[in-house]
C-alpha cells in the first residue's frame, strides 16, 4: 500500500481549516488510495478549540486518516512533514497599519520558515493561503535557506477559481471547457485576471465574449474583489471556497494539472515576463510530479503590460516594507 503522507495545516482550528482538513482526510487532495497523517498547528488559545474539530475528524472514521497530532510548537508539528498548508495568519484589527500587518505576520512565517528548513522533510512543498499570501510566502521561503525556492507557493488558485466562474456565467459554458485564464501577480485588490490566452469551447474567450468594455470594467474587478463581495454577502470571509482552492493547488500541484490546460500559482519569479526575479508572483505555470514551470512565450498586449506591471509593483513595495523590518 502506499506510503502516507504527512501534511501539516496551520491555522487549523479557523474557519478555513474547518472545511479544508476534512477534505483532506476525505482523500480529496491526494485521491482515494494515499492514506495521510495530519499535523495541525494552532497558537495555545486555540488548541482546546482544535480538540474538538480533531473529535470531528476521529467521528468521520476516514479510512484514509492514519493519525491526527496538534500543538503549537512548528519546531516539533513541521516533523517530517512531506506537505506544509500555511492557513494561519493574523488578520487587520482595528487601527492596524499595514505595516503592523507586515511586522505581526512577519513573526509568524520568519519562526514557521525557520523551523520547516530545520525539521520538514527533504521533499517538502509549502503552499501559503494565509494573507498577505505572497509576501508572507517570501517571508517563509527568505528564512528557509536549505528548502529550494521552488518548493514555496501562495494561494492565487481561488482568484482563478473566480475567473472560471464569472466566464461560465457570462457564456454558459461549462467551467470544464474554459482553459487558459491567468491570474497574474499579488492576491489583492491589484491582481490581474487575464483572458487574452483563455479558451472558451476550444476558441479564443476574447471573441466568444466580444466585449472588452465588460472585461476591463466587469470582470475584472468582479474577480478582484470577489472576497469583499462575499464578506458583505455571508458577513464571514470566503473559507469553504479558500480550502477548495487549497485543495485544487496542492493536488494539481503533486499530482499534475491537465496538459492541454494551465493553472495559477504564486511563485518565485524567475524574471519571466519582465517580473523582477525573486519576487513571489502568480503566473501561468504547468505542473507535474510535484514541479511547477512557468508557461512561457506568450504575447502580453499593452492593456495587459500596464496591469501585470501595477500589481508587481505593489508586490515590490511589500518585499522592500518587509526588508526594512528585517524579515528577509
Ligand atoms: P480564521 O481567523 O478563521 O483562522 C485563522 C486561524 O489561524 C486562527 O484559528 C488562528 O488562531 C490561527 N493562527 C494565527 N496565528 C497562528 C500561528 N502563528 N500559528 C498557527 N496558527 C495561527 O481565518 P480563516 O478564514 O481561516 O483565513 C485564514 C487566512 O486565509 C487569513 O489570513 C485569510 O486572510 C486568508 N485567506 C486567503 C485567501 C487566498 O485566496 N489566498 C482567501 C481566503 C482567506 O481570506
Known amino acids: 500500500s502506499p506510503t502516507p503522507v504527512k501534511i501539516a495545516v496551520t491555522g487549523a482550528a479557523g474557519q478555513i481549516g474547518y472545511s479544508l ?13 494515499t492514506p495521510v497523517q495530519l499535523q495541525l498547528l494552532e497558537i495555545e488559545p486555540a488548541l482546546k478549540s482544535l480538540e474538538g474539530v480533531v473529535m470531528e475528524l476521529d467521528d468521520c472514521a476516514f479510512p484514509l486518516l492514519e493519525s491526527v497530532e496538534i500543538g503549537s510548537d512548528p519546531n516539533v508539528v513541521f516533523e517530517g512533514v512531506n506537505l506544509a498548508l500555511l492557513v494561519g495568519a493574523r488578520p487587520r484589527s482595528a487601527g492596524m497599519e499595514r505595516g503592523d500587518l507586515l511586522e505581526a505576520n512577519g513573526a509568524i512565517f520568519t519562526a514557521q520558515g525557520k523551523a520547516l528548513n530545520a525539521v520538514a522533510a527533504d521533499d517538502v512543498r509549502i503552499g501559503v493561503t494565509g494573507n498577505p499570501a505572497n509576501t508572507n510566502a ?48 499579488n492576491h489583492s485588490a491589484t491582481q490581474y485576471p487575464d483572458i487574452f490566452h483563455a479558451e472558451i469551447d476550444g476558441r479564443p474567450a476574447v471573441d466568444v465574449i466580444d466585449d472588452l468594455e465588460w472585461v476591463e470594467n466587469t470582470f475584472i474587478p468582479t474577480v478582484a474583489k470577489r472576497g469583499s463581495a462575499i464578506i458583505d454577502a455571508r458577513g464571514a470571509s470566503s473559507a ?3 480550502a ?79 526588508t526594512k523590518l528585517g524579515l528577509i
Open 138 to 185: 517570501l517571508i517563509a521561503m527568505s528564512n528557509a535557506p536549505d528548502i529550494p525556492r521552488d518548493r514555496f507557493s501562495a494561494l492565487t488558485r481561488l482568484d482563478h477559481n473566480r475567473a472560471l466562474s464569472q466566464l461560465h456565467g457570462r457564456t454558459g459554458v461549462p467551467v470544464a471547457d474554459i482553459r487558459k485564464v491567468t491570474i497574474w501577480g
Open 244 to 322: 477548495s482552492a487549497t485543495i485544487d493547488a496542492a493536488h494539481d500541484w503533486l499530482l499534475g494539472s491537465q496538459t492541454d490546460d494551465w493553472v495559477s500559482m504564486a511563485v518565485a519569479s524567475d524574471g519571466s515576463y519582465g517580473i523582477p526575479e525573486g519576487l513571489i508572483y502568480s503566473f501561468p505555470v504547468r505542473t507535474s510530479d510535484g514541479s511547477w514551470s512557468i508557461v512561457q512565450d506568450l504575447e502580453i498586449n499593452d492593456f495587459s503590460r500596464a496591469r501585470m506591471d501595477a500589481t508587481a509593483a505593489e508586490l515590490v513595495e511589500e518585499r522592500d516594507a518587509v
Open 21 to 33: 482538513l476534512f477534505r483532506i482526510a476525505g482523500g480529496d487532495l491526494l485521491g482515494p488510495d
Open 240 to 242: 469553504a471556497s479558500a
